[in-house]
């Protein structure tokens, strides 16, 4: 199936490498990150995640800051690549405990192995964080969370002064603890990736959201578990028009798990399963039906001469004000006949950048932290090449954004209570229920 199997970092340091089939050439990998840095496409974009090179097809996903790669001649499903891609990296974060490149190069030999068990002449064998421990036997160095900055979800959590354990979920799920005790914990991360589309009014032309409930378990002995879903929980269009038909949460579709039994979910919307080792989704779901976006853009043109305009974009939170969405940014494509292009933030203005990119005439405007319930205000002033024509608001837009808002989720799915169940009365773990939400596709029409 897959020739080669290779993780770089994003300097293109080669730091895994695994040939499986001797079709491809050995220099594939410095081809494959010379055309992912060089990439070039008109509307600007990266490179795609599966392209051909000279006979050669490369897959690649990017996760925690490496490159994960696969290559190939044949003409395999790049669903499939992707996916395998993917579950490489979720079961060697699993037996590392931590994802970057100092876990990867302190942990060559456990990886190699890995690779092994998971991968026989290319073709796919296991994936399964729990079957792999019969066959895998190194032990994996530990590297210390409090030296790096967190990376995915994990990372995402946290709200001032509350702050998760700093081994919270960087611990490998099969090394020994230290003294011989282990932290009984729970993991349940409500993750949600939106993507909606406004038109010039402001209005929704479409939205839809993609959600998953993953969970990691350091349990002993496997409990059983118990998640308690909405009640008012509906799955499938149905007769129901809209999410607001009395408060209820409606859901186009959802698959689960195959540990999870549903045996009570049409009662009373409650998930039982037995968690096997690792980080695995327990439920996906998507919804398609309108929901209240978290950010609300207002874009507008003042014309301050012949040659000169002003673009004055206005950001508002529409979200609770004990909420702070990170790392917030928006970027805004100008007019091809701009030749400068200045800028005016508010009075008072903190943790907020700005770039010109002349050479893709593409505003960026960075803003750290957004509380709920604000507003933020930029005026991008410039200065073109011709003189200003009636088309200049074709010209600008559309406006997209980037965001992560931790204990927020669009969709209003909750965990009601996660119960972990055990004979003995004394036994109570620790149980850690988040929500976070991504923008996938933000897109507001000019």
């Known amino acids: 199936m897959i020739s080669q199997f290779f993780v770089l ?29 060089f990439w070039h496409s008109e509307e600007g974009e990266d490179a795609p995640p599966v392209f051909n090179v000279d006979g050669v097809n490369y897959a690649h996903v990017k996760v925690a800051g490496l490159l994960f790669v696969a290559t190939t001649r044949v003409n395999i499903s790049p669903a499939l690549a992707l996916e395998l891609l993917q579950r490489i990296a979720r079961v060697t974060k699993d037996y590392l405990g931590i994802l970057n490149e100092e876990s990867l190069r302190k942990n060559f030999v456990l990886v190699y192995e890995l690779l092994d068990e998971m991968l026989d002449f290319g073709y796919p064998q296991t994936t399964s964080t729990e079957g792999l421990k019969s066959f895998v036997f190194n032990e994996p160095v530990v590297v210390e969370s409090a030296k790096i900055p967190s990376l995915g979800p994990a990372g995402l959590f946290m709200q001032g002064s509350k702050r998760l354990p700093g081994t919270a979920v960087t611990k490998s799920v099969v090394a020994s603890e230290p003294g011989g005790k282990k932290r009984e914990e729970v993991f349940v991360d409500v993750i949600e990736n939106i993507s909606v589309t406004f038109n010039a009014s402001g209005y929704i032309l479409t939205s839809e959201i993609d959600g998953t409930i993953q969970m990691k378990s350091y349990l002993t002995g496997n409990p059983e578990i118990r998640v308690a879903l909405n009640e008012d929980l509906q799955i499938g269009r149905g007769t129901h028009s809209s999410l607001g038909a009395g408060g209820m949460v409606l859901l186009d579709d959802c698959n689960f798990h195959e540990s999870v039994r549903l045996d009570d979910f049409d009662l009373d919307r409650t998930l039982t ?45 529409d979200f609770a004000q004990n909420v702070t969405a990170n790392t917030v940014l928006v970027r805004i494509p100008l007019p091809k006949t701009t030749m400068r292009c ?17 050479s893709t005439k593409l505003v960026e405007w960075g803003l750290k932290k957004i509380s709920g319930g604000s507003e933020h205000v930029l005026r991008a002033k410039l200065t073109l090449s011709q003189e200003r024509n009636v088309n200049i ?12 808002i931790p204990m927020f989720n669009a969709s209003k799915v909750q965990v009601k209570y996660l119960q972990v169940l055990k004979k003995s009365k004394s036994y109570n773990p620790h ?16």
């Open 9 to 37: 970092s994003l300097r293109g340091d080669n730091i895994i490498f695994r040939d499986y089939r001797g079709d491809v050439s050995k220099a594939s990998a410095e081809i494959f990150f010379r055309k992912v840095k």
């Open 273 to 317: 399963l037995t968690p096997p080792d690792g980080e695995f989704p327990v439920m996906n779901y998507r919804m398609t039906q309108e929901f209240k976006p978290p950010f609300r853009v207002y874009p507008a043109i003042e014309e301050s001469g012949p040659f000169r305009a002003e673009v004055v974009i206005k950001v508002r939170a």
């Open 342 to 358: 200045g800028f005016e933030l508010e009075a008072g203005a903190a943790g907020q950048s700005t770039d010109y990119k002349e």
């Open 393 to 404: 608001k074709k010209e600008v837009g559309p406006i997209s954004m980037t965001f992560t």
């Open 431 to 446: 149980r850690w229920v988040r929500y976070v939400t991504h923008a996938d596709s933000y897109v507001i029409r000019t």
